[in-house]
C-alpha cells in the first residue's frame, strides 16, 4: 500500500482511486442522476458531504470497532449521517432541501462510502480520513459532472440548463445552448445512455494513463512498443 | 490474518453493535424531534406558495390553509382516497376552491396536481405538485421547465368544449411535447375532471364545513 501523505490522498481521489472510474462504486445514483449536469453537481455536493463526514465519524471511533461487526457499524454511522442531513435540511435549509433533497437518500446506496469507511477511514487518522473523503467526493462529483455535461449536450443541446434551479437566478447565465432548434436526443438521457457515456469516459481515462505510463517508461530508458501495449 | 472467535467475543461484540444501533437511533429521534416543527412550518409555506399560484392571494381574505374539507371520487378526482380541496373567500363570499387532484395515468404514475377554479368555474391556475416524468421530456409540466401549465388558465367547461379538452394530438386544444404525449394527455384529462367534479359540486363545495380546523398536514 502506498504511503499515506496528503498528495497520495488527493491524486488517488481524484484520479488514480477514483469512485467512479476506477473503483466503479456508486453506480446507482451515479447513473440514475447524470442525465443533466446540473443533476450532477447536486449528487457530487451531497455525496461530497456525507463522505467527509462518515469518513471523520469512523476515524474518530476506528480504536473502538471490532473487525466483526465493522461493517453493519459502517451502515449504522452512514444511515444516521444522511437522515440526520435529510432532517436538518429540511428544517433549515428548506429552498435548498426542495431542490438537493431528492438526491440525498439516493446516497445511502452508495456504496463508495462504505468502501472509503472501510478500505481508509478505519485505519487511518482523522485528518487524513476527512480528506480522502473530500478529494473521493471531489473526484466522483468532477465524473458526474462530466458525465452529465455530455448526456445534456447529447440528449438536450445545452450545458448548465437549469441551472439558475439550484443556484438562484444569476446563475441562468451558466446555461450555454450548444445547438439552437435541437431536438434532443432521448437515448443521452435514459438509462442506456448513462451506460455509454461512462465506458467511454472511463475508456479516456484509461488511454491517458497507458500514454502516460509508456511515456514514463521511454524517459526511463526503456522501450515501449505503444502498439503491442494497446492490444 | 485469522482468529478464532471465542463465544465471549461473540457476546461483547453483540452487545456493542445493540448498543451503538440505540445510540444511533435516539441520535436520530431528537434529530427528529428537532426538526419536525420546522419542517411542518416549511411545507406550509411552500404549499401556501403553490395555493397563492392558483388563486391569487389579492382576490381572498381568509386563512385558506386552515379552510379545507376532504371529498372524494374516485373517477373524477383521479384517487380512491380522499383528497383535499382548499377554499378561498372574501369574508363569506366564495371566490374560488384548490383541488388537489392526481392525474393517475401519467407515463411514470400518478402526477400530484393542483387545480384552482374560482366560483364560476374558470381556471384560475394548475400547478403540479409531484410527478414522476421522464426528465426532459414530460417534466415540461413543471411551472419552472415551460410556460405550458399557464395554457390552461382561464379555461372552463364551455370554453373549450368537451372536444377540446384534449391534446392537439387528439383533436383537441393543447399542446403536447416533442416525443412526450401521454404527460400532457394525462394532465388535460385530470384537469377537465376537476372542472366537471367542481361543476357537480360547487354547492356543496363551499357549504361544508372544515373537516380540519388546525392541522399541518
Known sequence: MSDITA???????LWSKNQALVALLGLCPLLAVSSTAINGLGLGIATMAT???????????????????????????????????????????????????????????????????????????LIHSALDGLMMGLGFMLVLVTLGIVREIIG???VFGNADLMLGEWASVLTITI??????????????????????????KNKIDRVQEARTKVLDGVPVSLEIKNI | MIKIVSQKNVFTAGWLLALSALVGTSLMVIVNGHSKPYIAENERQVLLRS?????????????????????????LLGSKEPILVYRARQDTKPIAAALTVIAPNGYNGNIYLLVGIDFSGHITGVRVVKHRET????????????????SFSKKS??????????????????????????????????????????????????????VISTNNK
Open chain 1, 156 to 158: 438536450y443541446g445545452t
Open chain 1, 51 to 125: 463522505l467527509i463526514i462518515t469518513n471523520s465519524i469512523v476515524a474518530l471511533i476506528r480504536n473502538w470497532i471490532r473487525t466483526e461487526i465493522r461493517i453493519p457499524m459502517f451502515v449504522i454511522i452512514i444511515a444516521c449521517v444522511v437522515t440526520a442531513i435529510e432532517l436538518l435540511m429540511s428544517a433549515h435549509f428548506h429552498d435548498l432541501y426542495l431542490i438537493l433533497g431528492i438526491f440525498v437518500p439516493l446516497i445511502v446506496t452508495n456504496c463508495a462510502i462504505i468502501g472509503r469507511a472501510e478500505a481508509f477511514a478505519s485505519k487511518n487518522k
Open chain 2, 135 to 150: 426528465p426532459g421530456l414530460g417534466d415540461a409540466i413543471e411551472s419552472k421547465r415551460s410556460n405550458w401549465i399557464e
Open chain 1, 179 to 204: 445547438f439552437d432548434d435541437y431536438n434532443g436526443l432521448l437515448f443521452a438521457i435514459l438509462p442506456p445512455g448513462a451506460f455509454m457515456g461512462l465506458a467511454v469516459l472511463i475508456a479516456i
Open chain 2, 157 to 210: 367547461l364551455t370554453n373549450p368544449g368537451d372536444a377540446g379538452w384534449k391534446v392537439k394530438r387528439d383533436g383537441g386544444e393543447f399542446d403536447q411535447f416533442t416525443g412526450a404525449t401521454i404527460t400532457p394527455r394525462a394532465v388535460v384529462g385530470a384537469v377537465h375532471k376537476a372542472l366537471i367534479y367542481f361543476k357537480k359540486n360547487r354547492k356543496l363545495i363551499f357549504t361544508i364545513p372544515n
Open chain 2, 51 to 75: 395555493l397563492n399560484s392558483v388563486i391569487s392571494p389579492d382576490t381572498y381574505t381568509n386563512n385558506i390553509l386552515n379552510d379545507v374539507l376532504t371529498v372524494q371520487d374516485k373517477e
Open chain 1, 7 to 13: 498528495k497520495n490522498i488527493i491524486t488517488q481521489g
